[in-house]
């Protein structure tokens, strides 16, 4: 019964490939989001949706699309990935925005070669 | 913009220590702080919440204070054990800004 989960956990790919990490959230949230953590274990917000609205793309590459089909699912696709990409990816969920305790997944490390 | 610092960057203590982390934060117009602990490969685990109108949180060993005025926040671990070993994180979340901006981390080590 996780409460966040991502797919897959680990993706290694080759520059120039399009990609995507899968979410889904089985706590009933409003809100999902998208966070980088980079190599040296920097935490940074990508996305937040709520209710299926993009709330906040904070200045990522259009090569970013985050897509969400509904409340529970928030995926993010890559397209033309670059070396500056490799990272870990979490996805995370609250039930409403800017108040509530956020739930994250267990991350998506992305490497590109 | 909010600028999030938590020092020290790495603890090491023996078991049965108590510890202090401490978070600091530029912007004081948060809706609330959260602390964090992130094991190695793993995901985030959300500790405690404190909002902008509370003092402090607390949850077993573990005890949050907030100062808003000054910029301040601790996480107080009591009886440390080896399994409280993870990386430490606090965020706030700033009004207006609807995102939540994480601090750059303790990594603690409890040793038996």
């Known amino acids: 019964d996780t409460a966040v989960s991502q797919t897959p956990k680990y993706l290694v790919t080759q520059m120039g490939n399009d990609k995507s990490i899968k979410c889904e959230q089985n706590?009933?949230?409003?809100?999902m989001y998208w966070y980088k953590q980079d190599s040296k274990k920097f935490l940074k917000i990508m996305f937040s949706y709520n209710n299926k609205e993009l709330i906040i793309n904070e200045t990522v590459p259009n090569r970013f699309s985050p897509k969400s089909p509904d409340k529970a699912h928030l995926n993010l696709h890559i397209n033309s990935l670059e070396l500056g990409d490799s990272a870990v990816y979490f996805c995370?969920?609250?039930?409403?925005?800017?108040?509530?305790?956020?739930?994250f997944g267990p991350g998506t490390r992305l490497t590109v070669l | 913009k909010q600028e999030v610092t938590q020092i020290p960057a790495a603890l090491s203590v023996p078991e049965g220590e108590n510890l202090v982390l401490n978070c600091s934060f530029t912007?004081?117009?948060?809706?609330?702080l959260q602390w964090f602990r992130q094991d190695p490969g793993k995901g985030l685990t959300s500790l405690l919440l404190?909002?902008?109108?509370?003092r402090e949180q607390t949850s077993g060993r573990l005890n949050a204070s907030l100062d808003k005025s000054s910029g301040r926040s601790t996480l107080y671990i009591a009886a440390s054990q080896p399994g409280d070993s993870a990386t430490y994180l606090c965020a706030t979340m700033n009004t207006g800004f609807q995102k939540l901006v994480f601090g750059t981390g303790t990594r603690l080590l409890v040793s038996p």
């Open positions: 404190i909002q902008s109108s509370q």
């Open positions: 912007d004081s117009a948060i809706y609330n």
């Open positions: 706590l009933g949230h409003d809100t």
């Open positions: 995370a969920s609250s039930l409403m925005l800017n108040t509530d305790t956020q739930y």
